[in-house]
């Protein structure tokens, strides 16, 4: 079996990074993580990435100041080095030009926390909040040039529940996505979605509803 190869970008910690690795080092995963790249040296993840014998790379962009695109072409000389195949968003907090995304047209995925297309942007949280909705969650999509606009992958729904704050909300969400975001990535490595077919469709008594009723 080709293993697809991975590179994984961020900027910060990395828990979604860290599912993904895991989730990778089994036998039947049609992917192999081979990068972790970080735009900010010193990044929490990168350690982790080493730790797991994962080579890691750093290109600040902080240096490049207000060119976007001159970053980007730095970061996408140093994936297109190292043969990548498939990019994973996790906590990269750049906002990526149309140069970058067509660049990856198909072969990028990012994670939102919210049930897209509700709730684009940041903030995700407090807004499902105000807003009152009972399902909240997270998506997988592709990334395309408008922003948390791509053709949605996976979909990961919890019960909002009474009390909650942003931050008890976002820890549930949270643990949805390092579900999610390994499954996602299985599906488009192993070629079973693509960008324009969108996702699988699930079984047609999947229900999801919340508050329960009794």
């Not at 828990?15 to 970080?38: G, H, R, T």
């Not at 990044?43 to 695109?69: C, H, Q």
């Not at 599906?187 to 079984?203: E, F, K, P």
Request: proline share 4%; charged share 20%.
């Amino acid at each position: 079996m080709h293993k697809r190869r991975v590179a994984i970008l961020i900027s910060g910690r990395g828990s979604n990074m860290a599912a993904l690795i895991e989730a990778a080092k089994a036998k039947d995963f049609p992917a192999q993580i081979v990068l972790v790249a970080s735009n900010i040296a010193g990044a929490g993840g990168l350690a982790i990435a080493a730790a797991n014998g994962i080579e890691t790379l750093t290109v600040e962009s902080k240096p490049f100041g207000a060119d976007r695109e001159a970053f980007e072409r730095a970061m996408h000389r140093e994936l297109e080095a190292r043969n990548i195949e498939l990019i994973c968003l996790a906590g990269f907090l750049r906002l990526l030009t149309p140069w970058f995304v067509t660049q990856w047209e198909g072969r990028m995925l990012n994670i939102h926390p919210a049930l897209l297309p509700s709730y684009r942007g940041l903030h995700t949280h407090e807004r499902a909040l105000a807003d009152g909705v009972k399902i909240h969650g997270a998506t997988v999509h592709f990334v395309v040039t408008e922003v948390d606009s791509g053709p949605i992958v996976i979909q990961g729904a919890v019960a909002v529940r009474p009390g909650d704050t942003a931050q008890t909300l976002a820890d549930r969400v949270l643990q949805v996505e390092h579900r999610i975001y390994p499954a996602a990535l299985r599906l488009v490595a192993s070629g079973h979605i693509t960008s324009g077919r969108g996702a699988v469709a699930a079984d047609t008594d999947d229900v999801f509803i919340s508050p329960r009723l009794d």
